[in-house]
């Protein structure tokens, strides 16, 4: 074996393709596999697709970079379930380019935080943490209120993701700019797009209080309303934790 | 530059032209997007980079006589380049710690708040600092070890100022809000692309300067440098794939999502462990600890069984990141598997270094620099160690999401990666700048203990408020509900918070030591003309007509 690798060391090639060889076999053992066994993923039928402004305020969850403190994954551990609810199943990240399970939790898991508080406390907690949770470290992001929301933008974000496999329809896609202003909007004609497209149980609200524009907030109060509540196979699940009230 | 022949000004020029209208194209496409302040920022770099060249443009060209030496002006750039960055890098991290300390230390800005400059720090310090030091000697062993001097002046620049401005792109993104929030690999595609290139181009000049080699036997750091590039290279394509929003866009979607996605990340961001801060660092090792102890390695077998025990083994571990979620339990339990197996190369290497000071431990009391890597070897072993031990999914059940990972992850950045190459830094400057010491030996050993100070009070501070949160989040009362709200640990770990701060003050104040100690080496002037020396490639090639 030495003996080979005296031989081996002498020639750059020879060795360099032993490295890529090496380097290779784990990773492909490892992540091939979750493509092709279908059990990987389990199915939801009913499970909807992200609205524009929910992309949106995805997109600036990611922005500020809210993943290096929150994690979206709850593990099958008995205090995880009785702390955060259901253990996250892999299909609710499945139109989740990238996801963001996370991997520290300097604030607790987001992975059900929809609908677990009001809209009203995530603007006041978004705009100044302290001013609900007094013990909080988590930066204040009071600019998120005052800044308006891009969205003529938002049909080819929607356009990106079908080309990676999310199935955003044609409709959906055309229609992206003006859903992302009737989610925001109650009572306007826009908002019934919404409700036709992405389904009557989408939330249509003035999620900043403000309602006639668009903001930042709007959009990532919106994401984060919906976290945990794009399929409700977890909820369905007879698996501790899963029934709960 | 007073190196460069007239063909490489030329292709320079061409280049930085070229970067230009790139740039140029990003200030166009993106005028509506935060990719155009990139699109400035390149174009900035090449009209920079283009005045420099032509305002030496008609300086004298280099003679036949450079062939006699190494090639070493771009090797002390990188070295003075990683000096700023880790001074820099561990600045940042510093006010990241005292964020969460106290949380308005941010200017009420968006660009200063923790989820922005948090990776700033973790790219400064890992990319800015490690890339810029591994390239740098990689150049520097390489040569020495292939008894060649690099194949031509010009690579060798592209690479490492290239590298660079992938760094400032990467930084001043995620001011910006630009982050593709993959953990360790968050800029956005058009700064991944321009890295693939960069790569290219290093392994070609790596390639090209083994092809030119007078000795029989590549050395065992040009190994190490070569899976870290090569698996670099593979780790940082796959994990990036993703499709932009349009060209004037800087956000793209990842190719994957949900739970391949998370697999494919977490592929990459241990491997970028292994491959960038693990195996380069040991190709670093593997030259300068037996140069400054003056000691061969200690057992060439141990080298080539440890080698390949890590280039098969780490690959594999990615996914004891994912023990408990949504991952199928067949890959956490390979994943946990390789984990401990990898204990074994690991300490391979450990023990083969530390076995190499045998016979020089009276250098190791005298001299700090040799110290350092010697702790370095220390801190490695007991890293991996602690990784195996915290790859284990019932141990991980309680590490995971908590601060113990950034006491480990600590344990190996600072006690590992920073010692090696602070060692390797002060042996490798008074070479490349052909002074007899460093400035000052004394400024050396202060920086040491600061360091070792510094690194010990941050990890003793994380393993507790790790162990601490991780306990109290599943402590149940006796009525059978959990104790503690997510408030109550976090109100426990503020003490943690602050030791935390203060240790990674301490490093922070003696890499400052180390710059100002590497400054004042540079600028003292040549104490004496370096006679004929061992230290030059092993002939005079034959001079191409070009030339």
Redesign the interface.
């Known amino acids: 074996m030495?003996g080979f690798?005296?031989r081996l060391?002498?020639k750059?090639i020879p060795?360099?393709l032993a490295?890529?060889g090496?380097?290779?076999?784990?990773?492909f053992?490892?992540?091939a596999p979750?493509?092709t066994?279908h059990?990987?993923?389990e199915s939801a039928p009913n499970m909807r697709v992200y609205t524009p402004l929910e992309l949106a305020g995805r997109?600036i969850y990611?922005?500020?970079?809210?993943?290096?403190?929150h994690?979206q994954?709850i593990?099958?551990?008995?205090?995880?379930v009785?702390?955060y609810g259901h253990?996250?199943?892999?299909?609710?990240?499945?139109?989740?380019?990238?996801?963001?399970?996370?991997?520290?939790?300097?604030?607790?898991?987001l992975a059900r935080i929809g609908s677990k508080y009001s809209d009203a406390w995530h603007v006041i907690h978004l705009n100044n943490?302290?001013d609900v949770?007094p013990?909080?470290?988590?930066?204040?992001?009071?600019?998120l209120k005052r800044t308006a929301l891009?969205t003529d933008?938002l049909g080819?974000?929607l356009q990106?993701?079908r080309?990676?496999?999310?199935p955003y329809t044609d409709d959906m896609i055309a229609n992206a700019p003006a859903d992302a202003y009737g989610q925001a909007n109650p009572g306007t004609p826009f908002a019934e797009g919404v409700s036709k497209r992405y389904g009557e149980a989408t939330d249509v609200s003035a999620f900043d209080g403000a309602p006639g524009n668009v903001t930042e907030m709007d959009a990532l109060v919106a994401y984060l309303q919906i976290l945990g509540r794009l399929t409700d196979v977890a909820s369905k699940d007879p698996a501790p934790g899963g029934a709960k009230p | 530059m007073a190196q460069l022949t007239t063909t490489e000004r030329q292709i320079a020029l061409a280049l930085l032209v070229v970067l230009a209208v790139v740039g140029l194209l990003m200030v166009t496409a993106g005028r509506?997007d935060p990719l155009g302040l990139h699109g400035l920022l390149v174009m900035a770099a090449a009209v920079l980079g283009s005045f420099w060249i032509m305002s030496r443009y008609y300086d004298p060209l280099p003679t036949a006589d450079r062939l006699r030496e190494y090639y070493d002006d771009p090797s002390k750039f990188g070295v003075v380049a990683a000096m700023v960055w880790v001074a820099f890098g561990l600045f940042i991290g510093d006010w990241v710690a005292w964020?969460?300390?106290n949380?308005?230390l941010?200017f009420?800005a968006?660009w200063s708040?923790?989820?922005?400059i948090?990776?700033v720090h973790t790219t400064s310090v890992i990319f800015g600092f490690g890339g810029n030091a591994l390239i740098a000697t990689s150049f520097y062993v390489m040569q020495r070890t292939s008894r060649a001097r690099l194949p031509d002046q010009l690579s060798p620049w592209f690479v490492l100022l290239g590298y660079n401005l992938f760094c400032l792109l990467a930084v001043t993104g995620?001011m910006l809000?630009?982050?593709?929030?993959?953990?360790y690999a968050e800029p956005e595609w058009y700064a991944d692309i321009w890295l693939v290139a960069v790569w290219i181009v290093y392994f070609v000049t790596y390639?090209r300067t083994?092809?030119r080699r007078k000795e029989?036997?590549?050395y065992v750091s040009n190994?190490y440098y070569?899976?870290f590039i090569?698996?670099v290279a593979?780790l940082h394509i796959?994990n990036n794939l993703a499709?932009?929003?349009?060209l004037g866009?800087a956000?793209?979607?990842?190719?994957?999502?949900?739970?391949?996605?998370?697999?494919?990340?977490w592929?990459y961001g241990h491997n970028a462990v292994a491959?960038f801060l693990t195996s380069g660092f040991l190709g670093m090792m593997y030259y300068f600890m037996p140069k400054r102890a003056g000691r061969p390695i200690f057992s060439y077998?141990l080298s080539?069984i440890s080698f390949?025990g890590i280039?098969?083994?780490?690959?594999?571990?990615?996914?004891h990141?994912?023990?408990?979620?949504?991952?199928?339990q067949w890959?956490q339990t390979?994943?946990m598997t390789?984990s401990v197996l990898l204990l074994v190369p690991s300490w391979a290497s450990a023990g083969n270094a530390l076995l190499t000071l045998n016979g020089a431990w009276h250098k190791v009391r005298d001299d700090a620099t040799l110290r350092f890597m010697m702790v370095a070897a220390v801190f490695y072993g007991l890293t991996t160690f602690e990784g195996s031990f915290m790859a284990i999914r019932p141990v991980n059940?309680l590490s995971?999401?908590?601060d113990w990972?950034?006491g480990h992850v600590h344990a190996g950045a600072l006690g590992w990666v920073a010692m090696i190459t602070f060692g390797s830094i002060y042996a490798s400057v008074p070479w490349l700048w052909k002074r007899d010491a460093m400035h000052s030996a004394r400024l050396v050993e202060i920086h040491f203990w600061l360091a070792l100070a510094g690194t010990v009070v941050y990890i003793f501070a994380m393993w507790n408020s790790g162990i601490v949160q991780g306990l109290m989040?599943?402590t149940?009362n006796e009525s059978g509900?959990?104790a503690y709200s997510?408030?109550d640990s976090?109100?426990a770990m503020h003490p943690y918070y602050i030791a935390r701060a203060v240790g990674g003050l301490l490093f922070l104040i003696g890499a400052l030591v180390g710059c100002y100690n590497v400054y004042m080496t540079i600028r003292t002037a040549r104490q004496h003309e370096i006679g004929p020396s061992a230290d030059m490639p092993a002939a005079v090639p034959v001079l191409s007509p070009a030339e």
């Open positions: 030495f690798h005296y060391e002498r750059t060795f360099v490295i890529i090496a380097a290779s076999i784990g990773g053992v490892e992540i979750l493509f066994i059990q990987t993923v997109n990611i922005r500020e970079g809210c993943y290096a403190c994690s994954m593990r099958t551990l008995r205090d995880d009785e702390r253990y996250s199943l892999a299909v609710e990240s499945k139109y989740d380019h990238p996801m963001l399970w996370g991997s520290k939790r300097t604030g607790p898991d943490p302290r949770v013990e909080s470290v988590m930066p204040a992001y009071t600019w891009r933008d080819m974000h990106a993701l080309q990676v496999g999310v | 509506e964020l969460l300390v949380p308005d941010t009420d968006a708040s923790f989820g922005r948090r990776p995620y809000g630009i982050t593709q929030s993959r953990e390639l083994l092809a029989p036997h590549i190994w070569l899976a090569l698996v593979m796959v499709v932009p929003v349009s866009h956000k793209s979607y990842s190719l994957f999502s949900g739970v391949q996605d998370a697999m494919t990340e592929w491959f077998r080539i390949w280039t098969f083994f780490y690959i594999w571990v990615g996914s990141h994912l023990h408990y979620t949504a991952l199928p890959v390979l994943g390789f059940s995971h999401y908590t990972t950034i989040w599943r149940y509900t959990l997510f408030v976090l109100v």
